[in-house]
């Protein structure tokens, strides 16, 4: 059994909210962890040094995605498994060397990092001091819990097991001291405060399976330090909240009322991920602040536009999936990767997404062409959300082929009731296109065809000949606006499809 991710709620103090939670109880109930809390994946970082000093803005989420770039599966891939977060390669890792006054890479860590706690402290002096209300109690904590549960499944159809409600329940509990003075719970809490406050992520040093030496002797000295230790064992204590994943959602009873459900909906996201999606974000370059990213990404979908605007948890993290993948692939897509596992939605390179493309969609690469044939008609059409309510896309179409697989039939069903029935107003237009093998004239045609038998579908499935623009002269485009890298079985997959525009305000309406 995989062993579950171990995730922390960014500390209450990223948005000024230490000074609200101030704990002082003492943390002497150590010697029964209530629980082994183990070692998260190898945890890379961000170049955000002094995020901790709140200096991250609150996220918006604008985008402009290129959903229709043929080399995004490329750019989104050596984005999270090729470069470190900040952009570069990965830097080695020194070993001191005092004759010729090298301090390593280490020591220059333990520095960076206890200079960022000392600033931190200084701005937020009650974060270490002071006492803590409290604000949470288990009772409230489920009661939230449940409501934003609700919210997430209302915004993401995609997760097909809800938590039961007395599940949820029994996951959400209210953090005791004695796990927080845990010797694994504060290794754990160091490691991502590291990745926030140091250049840590940019080394190349094992964390995980099993650890450098340099590194872990690198964590004891950091706790052995007198200055930093009792600081550390102090913030460590007053985390926000953790979890283990797939089993347990902590939080600290200083957690005021509205954090309590942003934070929530954020843990509770957690809960929800694919083993596939896990498997996927461990083989990235930054584990930890990408799971920590695509979390924070999918909950901020879920939180109301009041509560995004005061959002700074896990800036960084979000600011990376916005840029690296939310620029090139649709919301739809990011939530199938992250619920379903449907990662090569995003790239198509890695070990994970090609063997998990292949289970899931039925498609091998580098099988000889007949039995690409083969199973181009027996593999599953996918379907894309490009834009909910004005783009959509048919893709996995049999090569040679132009019918509507039946999952094209099916989501076509699900857009006709959600936009078209009872709004006569709203038109639609479909656009055939091909993969790049054949000749090019050949594959013109079949895109015309392609566009004929959706127009087909859309008749057969009751849409009156007014909502249907162009269809006595189906729009297509043959092979030349891919959007996938023809090179591939996933890229021509993708490119053999059929997109639907949803239109509004009449006929004259120009061809996209
Ligand atoms: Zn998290």
């Known amino acids: 059994m995989r062993s579950p991710i171990h ?18 109880w003492n943390s002497t109930a150590h010697g029964a962890p209530v629980r082994q809390i ?52 990965l830097r080695p890792w020194v070993n001191p060397d005092p004759a010729n006054g090298v301090a390593g890479t280490a020591e220059d860590i333990k520095n960076q990092f206890i200079a960022a706690l ?35 499944r209302a915004t993401f159809p995609q997760i097909t097991t809800p938590l039961p409600e007395a599940r949820i329940r029994d996951v959400v509990d209210i953090i005791q001291p004695s796990q927080t003075s845990d010797i694994q719970f504060l290794n754990q809490w160091l490691e991502n405060r590291l990745s926030l406050m140091t250049d840590i992520d940019e080394f190349n040093i094992r964390t ?48 005021p009322a509205d954090l309590r459900r942003l934070i929530l909906i954020h843990e509770l996201t957690h809960f929800y991920t694919d083993q596939g999606f896990r498997d996927w974000v461990d083989a990235t370059t930054a584990p930890r602040f990408y799971t920590e990213g695509f979390t924070e990404y999918l909950a901020r979908l879920v939180m109301t536009p009041a509560e995004r605007a005061t959002r700074t948890n896990y800036g960084p993290n979000f600011q990376a999936i916005q840029d690296k993948v939310a620029t090139f692939v649709p919301d739809d897509d990011i939530a199938r990767a992250y619920f379903l596992g449907e990662v090569w939605r995003l790239e198509a390179t890695s070990a994970v997404a090609r063997q998990l493309f292949e289970s899931q969609v039925g498609m091998r690469e580098g099988a000889p062409r007949n039995t690409d044939v083969a199973e181009s008609q027996s593999s599953h059409g996918i379907v894309q959300t490009v834009e909910e309510g004005s783009r959509y896309r048919f893709m996995n179409l049999a090569i040679n082929q132009m ?10 069903e699900e857009i006709r009731q959600r936009h078209l029935d009872g709004h006569p107003d709203v038109q639609i237009r479909f656009v055939g296109h091909a993969d790049e093998t054949g000749g090019a004239r050949h594959n013109m045609d079949l895109s ?65």
């Not at 959903?67 to 984005?79: A, K, L, N, S």
């Not at 402290?121 to 449940?146: D, F, K």
């Open 7 to 24: 995730n922390f709620q960014q500390p209450a103090s990223v948005s000024g909210t230490a000074e609200r939670i101030a704990a002082s």
């Open 38 to 89: 183990l070692r998260g994946p190898l945890l890379q970082a961000h170049r955000t040094p002094l995020a901790l000093q709140g200096g991250v803005p609150a996220a918006t989420l604008q985008r402009t995605p290129d959903v229709d770039d043929p080399t995004r599966f490329t750019q989104v891939h050596e984005g999270l498994f090729v470069s470190t977060p900040s952009g570069g390669n």
């Open 118 to 152: 000392r600033a931190h402290i200084a701005a937020n002096p009650l974060s270490v001091g002071g006492t803590v209300p409290t604000r949470t109690t288990e009772s409230q904590a489920e009661t939230t819990a449940i409501a934003a549960d609700q919210d997430i």
């Open 208 to 255: 995980t399976n099993p650890p450098d030496p340099r590194y872990e002797q690198m964590l004891a000295d950091i706790l052995a330090d007198t200055w930093a230790g009792p600081n550390v064992r102090t913030l460590a204590s007053r985390q926000a909240a953790f979890i283990e994943a797939g089993a347990k959602i902590f939080l600290h009873r200083g957690t």
């Open 403 to 412: 019918a509507p697989k039946p999952e094209h039939v099916a989501f076509f």
């Open 448 to 512: 015309r065809r392609r566009a004929e038998a959706f127009y087909q579908m859309a008749r057969d499935a009751g849409v009156p000949d007014s909502q249907l623009i162009d269809a006595s002269s189906p729009p297509h485009r043959g092979e030349t606006e891919p959007t996938a890298d023809n090179a591939t079985i996933h890229g021509r997959a993708l490119n053999r499809r059929v997109e639907l525009f949803l239109v509004r305000g009449g006929i004259a309406a120009p061809l996209p």
